[in-house]
């Protein structure tokens, strides 16, 4: 079993910045990537961001140069920072684990992150 707790939404005025966290515990060795997918209301659920244990990254072209993912594999935990937010950046935001950015095997409760223009 593996639990991933996000932290870190909120509500955020345009052009400010948020940072998502994500702590997994249980069998955290099954997986390779974790990282955030985002849903907003009426869409898809799209990839925002991933990460390896071994650093390589995979961003959205609509985030690129504004979000940051890094990962802590120490404390089993992945960070979104998110500068630059835009109003349509709002949605919730989904923690995941998995064989790879595509490949997910578990995701979070996810967190909601509001970008008010």
């Known amino acids: 079993q593996v639990q991933l707790v996000e932290s870190g939404g909120g509500l955020v005025q345009a052009g400010g910045s948020l940072r998502l966290s994500c702590a997994a515990s249980?069998?955290?060795?099954?997986?390779?990537?974790m990282g955030w997918y985002r849903q907003a209301p009426g869409n898809d659920r799209d990839l925002v961001a991933g990460?390896?244990?071994?650093?390589?990254?995979d961003y959205a072209d609509s985030v690129k140069g504004r979000f940051t993912i890094s990962r802590d594999n120490a404390k089993n935990t992945v960070y979104l920072q998110m500068n630059s937010l835009k109003p349509e950046d709002t949605a919730v935001y989904y923690c995941?684990?998995?064989?790879?950015?595509?490949?997910?095997?578990?995701w979070g409760k996810g967190t909601l992150v509001t970008v008010s223009s």
């Open positions: 995941f684990a998995g064989s790879g950015s595509r490949f997910v095997n578990h």
């Open positions: 249980g069998s955290i060795f099954s997986f390779n990537a």
């Open positions: 990460i390896t244990r071994s650093g390589r990254t």
